[in-house]
């Protein structure tokens, strides 16, 4: 830990540098120094002029008010820089967090629970704990003290070092139940997508190893059969802590326990005989402060006596504490005084409330029936017509829309007003039983805790009238999905992917209720709807294994569907690298689309022939696919399928060394694509456009395709194709001279490479970055370079293109002729053998 009095300009300039995720070579470009400038000035070999200090002070994203400090330090170094060290605030030597926090902030003070706040900070900075615990029965506030541990982690990590030096993310798992959807959501969460033939879990533990973070997992007890999963991932990555909710325990290695409990409570027998001391006591209670907060929420004016002050105590005592159920029983406080509803409580008012207080099911733990009891109370109280909406939205899971409720739920909101679905929805909210989401959309969506949600759906289930809300449950988010659909390969994709992001647990709902009750039809219109936004999402095996499911339903019609479907998920499969299945899939797609002559679906099919041909280096039978493609699709006039066939011709003319054919045909395809506005067949173009002009010779035109293309790439989130254009601008600089922007490019492209798990593209980035090392001088370490290359080339069946080899081969001259054959000989064997792990380690670091 660096301290004040012992930092210096160098060390604080490479720290900056790496909170920002910059390469000595990034900044060195954007600050007009050379390499070796930034080099020595954070080794603190030089130091910098007071003009250069205020420029990366600039750079560095240093608020003006604090530049000052910075040049200060950079001027002082020999001379009294402790002093402007110390003007340092601590938050600019801090790391940035590398992902963006997802936390939601919480609206309301938490109370009663400094203490244990305080043994959980406690707890987490011991490096022995690495997997905690927070576990409580139902409604005691596990995910509500969790949340602000969480939040108050992110404010301490504003010290230097931070605790968590790559932030805290939050991963809800109230939304699913199957813990196979376990490690996707936490993957979804970090920004980890599916890809290859290695599997999701293995590209976690491939994105966590190094990094320094906290994971909440808020929910646990329902996917509690994954919990193994999690030391899969704590094992590989000794930076990595997981604090957990769970109403049970996990029962894993390593897991240690914090009870939650609920709050205390005031001990009624011995309040003091004075009303002012009363008050005083009363008032220092966290339950009854709870409840008055929460009653001040629905009634501003709200204010509590000595009388009111006991009663509400009265109330807590009742609710043993639990939060939840003490919020249920705030909520009603517009209604009732405190004095009425602890009448209601005790069964005192002439109502049936002790009743139904006491009706729950006997054999749960007394806090859960009190907490069950709670619920049943508020759900009393409703209006008839309130009751049917709030067991009504049960079938919802995650959030929802109005257009949803409406749509949906339909009679079931009260009736005869302007607006039977808000007016139903305001009343639900007001009474704590419902609760509006913050998202990004322009829509409002609303939400059930999940407590609330399961008493909703036992109700729903006892009132018979689930099974019709399930129906036009499926039946909306298939038509949604099948609005969406066509849409996501348009302008508006992202738009759309971004809408189902939030109801992708309602649309996983809509595909369970099909599957269980044998809605074949259903189950694969909602698959052939949803897939492209699986693969938008990169969730290759999720998507194949509803297909499979629906499938598995019934026999095999000669139906458009069915076409569709097989088509769909044998590209999955050739997206996982499955390629014998993914034969089967696309050939049986090929059969029925030729029996029924389903046009668009039968040229695609013919598209993903060819990507599998290609994959396995069949060229000629790809070329065959593509042209079958490109007839019928100018045939029937369906654009989209002209502009796929084109880029794929295109491509495979490129490898092949048919330069200005190549070119030709993928401007066609790069027209199309932008008349459409579909923009991931306008990143493939340019980057194969990109490719092209670069071996042509044309770098200031191949180096603004690939400009244009990382633009692309950064927008849709597509990892595994930034990766090859960053390879592209990097060969592209270093033929241009441009060293410092050629290894920094090189650098984040490795990195996202390491990241994703993607094997199959290592060698043609460290092939460039041998060409990078010999433009430098750096004969023996480009030789490494290429060893390793060629041995993973061996090691993924990944053979060099025809249309690089003489690039090549001119490489390996350049190499050869610098080297004595011994020493080459030597050098080579030792880059073969070294693991690909440690050689592209020293690439980035190095």
């Known amino acids: 830990m660096y301290e004040h009095d012992s930092i210096s300009f160098g060390h604080w300039l490479k720290q900056r540098r790496k909170t920002l995720d910059l390469t000595q070579a990034e900044l060195a470009r954007q600050s007009g120094c050379s390499l070796s400038c930034i080099r020595k000035l954070e080794t ?58 997802n936390l939601p902030v919480p609206t309301t003070p938490l109370l009663g629970r400094s203490q244990d706040l305080a043994l959980l900070h406690t707890r987490l900075n011991n490096p022995d704990t690495r997997l905690l615990t927070l576990i409580g029965p139902p409604g005691v506030g596990k995910t509500r003290l969790a949340l602000q541990l969480a939040n108050e982690i992110l404010l301490l990590n504003q010290s230097d ?65 994954a919990a193994p999963l999690l030391n899969s991932l704590l094992t590989v990555a000794p930076g990595l802590k997981m604090l957990i909710t769970s109403r049970t325990a996990l029962q894993i290695y390593g897991e240690q326990l914090f009870p939650v409990l609920p709050l205390a409570l005031p001990d009624l027998t011995k309040l003091p005989h004075d009303e002012a001391e009363q008050v005083a006591a009363l008032s220092n209670s966290a339950a009854v402060a709870l409840f008055v907060q929460r009653a001040q929420a629905v009634q501003p004016g709200f204010g509590a006596n000595a009388a009111a002050l006991r009663a509400i105590a009265g109330i807590c005592v009742r609710m043993d504490g639990l939060p939840l159920a003490i919020e249920l029983a705030s909520a009603h406080s517009l209604l009732f005084t405190p004095t009425t509803l602890l009448a209601q409580l005790e069964g005192t008012a002439g109502s049936t409330s002790l009743d139904l207080l006491t009706g729950g099911a006997r054999d749960l733990p007394v806090r859960q029936q009190t907490l069950t009891n709670a619920i049943h109370w508020s759900y009393a109280l409703l209006e008839s017509a309130e009751q049917q909406l709030f067991r009504s939205l049960a079938v919802f899971v995650g959030s929802f829309t109005l257009d949803a409720l409406r749509s949906v739920v339909g009679s079931a909101a009260p009736a005869g007003k302007r607006d039977s679905g808000v007016d139903g929805v305001a009343a639900l909210i007001s009474k704590s039983l419902l609760r509006r989401m913050e998202n990004t959309l322009d829509e409002p969506r609303f939400a059930m805790l999940e407590l609330l949600r399961e008493y909703a759906l036992a109700q729903l289930v006892i009132s018979g009238e689930a099974d019709p809300l399930y129906e036009r449950h499926a039946g909306y988010y298939l038509a949604l999905a099948e609005t969406a659909a066509p849409a996501l390969v348009g302008p508006t994709q992202l738009n759309w992917v971004n809408r189902l992001e939030h109801e992708h647990p309602n649309l996983r709902a809509a595909l369970t209720w099909a599957v269980e009750h044998g809605q074949q039809e259903i189950a694969l219109r909602l698959s052939n709807a949803i897939w492209r936004f699986w693969v938008l999402r990169n969730l290759f095996s999720e998507g194949r294994r509803w297909f499979e499911q629906a499938m598995a339903l019934g026999p095999v019609q000669t ?32 059969m029925i689309g030729e029996a029924i002559n389903s046009s668009e679906t039968l040229a695609l099919t013919l598209n993903s022939l060819g990507l599998l041909a290609m994959s396995q280096f069949n060229p000629g039978a790809a070329q065959i696919y593509y042209q079958r493609c490109l007839e019928i699709s100018r045939t029937i006039g369906y654009t989209r399928g002209v502009a796929v066939s084109l880029g794929n011709l295109g491509l495979l003319l490129l490898n092949a060394g048919e330069l200005v054919q190549a070119r030709q045909i993928i401007e066609e395809s790069l027209a199309l694509s932008r008349a459409l506005g579909e923009r991931f067949s306008i990143l493939v173009a340019l980057d194969n456009l990109g490719e092209a002009l670069l071996i042509q010779g044309d770098l200031p035109a191949a180096h603004q395709m690939f400009e244009q293309a990382l633009v692309l790439c950064r927008e849709l989130g597509v990892q595994e194709n930034m990766a090859e254009v960053l390879c592209g601008l990097a060969q592209t600089a270093c033929r241009q001279g441009e060293y410092a922007e050629a290894r920094q490019r090189l650098v984040e492209c490795l990195t996202v490479l390491r990241e994703v798990g993607d094997q199959k593209r290592l060698s043609s980035g460290l092939e460039v970055l041998a060409e990078l090392a010999v433009a430098q001088g750096q004969v023996l370490w480009a030789t490494r370079l290429l060893g390793a290359a060629q041995a993973q080339r061996e090691a993924t069946s990944t053979p060099l293109p025809p249309v690089k080899r003489q690039g090549y081969q001119r490489l390996l001259e350049a190499v050869q002729q610098q080297l004595e054959p011994a020493m080459f000989s030597a050098t080579w064997a030792e880059g073969r053998a070294l693991p690909i792990e440690q050689v592209v380690r020293e690439a980035i670091e190095l």
């Open 559 to 590: 139906t458009a569907i069915w076409a569709q479907a097989f088509y769909q998920v044998g590209t999955l499969a050739w997206l996982q690298n499955d390629y014998p299945q993914a034969q089967v899939f696309l050939e049986q797609s090929l």
């Open 161 to 225: 070092p931070p605790l968590f030096a790559h932030g805290v993310v939050l991963v809800s798992l109230a939304p699913i139940n199957d813990p196979e959807l376990v490690i996707p959501s936490i993957a979804q969460a970090l920004g980890v997508h599916e890809m290859g033939t290695q599997s999701l879990l293995v590209q976690l533990q491939l994105a966590l190893r190094d990094k320094q973070l906290l994971l909440l997992l808020d929910n646990f007890e329902q996917v509690i059969a």
């Open 44 to 101: 603190g070999e030089r130091r910098p002029s007071k003009s250069i200090a205020t420029v990366l002070a600039r750079l560095l994203e240093i608020a003006p008010a604090d530049q000052s400090a910075i040049v200060d330090l950079a001027r002082s170094q020999q001379h009294g820089g402790n002093q402007a060290a110390a003007r340092i605030a601590p938050g600019l030597r801090s790391a940035v967090p590398l992902y963006p926090p």
